[in-house]
């Protein structure tokens, strides 16, 4: 199963947060099609681009609490005082006002 952990700046349209994982994967010579699903804070939840670049690449969006993005932190590749200060903890590809980190799991998609 491949997921997309994103964040962006209040506002980011769909736009802007589609090319930050198309970015992603194909820094990763990956495919769209290669997708499962999205992953974002819960906080970001009435973030609408988000949302809709979950809908045009047509997997589900996934929002994860913060406590169990404190709980992988520790795990994650790369790190960033401030990200993590604003609660998101990943390795990322960065577009505009959008980031991308693509996880992959022994999930069955």
């Known amino acids: 199963m491949m997921v997309a952990g994103v964040g962006c ?16 994967l ?3 010579g990956l495919r769209a099609d290669a997708l499962d699903a999205i992953a974002a804070p819960a906080t970001k939840s009435s973030e609408a681009g988000i949302a ?6 047509g ?5 994860v609490p913060q406590a169990e ?4 932190g520790a795990r994650t590749v790369t ?9 998101v903890v990943a390795a990322r590809t960065a577009v505009g006002p ?4 693509l996880a992959t799991s ?3 998609r």
């Open 69 to 72: 993005l404190e709980a992988v």
């Open 9 to 24: 700046r209040k506002g980011a349209s769909a736009r802007e947060v589609g090319a930050a994982i198309i970015a992603a």
């Open 98 to 101: 959008a980031t991308c980190a």
């Open 52 to 57: 809709a670049a979950a809908n045009d690449l």
């Open 106 to 108: 022994e999930a069955k």
């Open 79 to 87: 790190r960033s005082d401030r990200v993590i200060a604003l609660m």
């Open 26 to 28: 194909s820094r990763a």
């Open 59 to 63: 997997v589900p969006l996934v929002l």
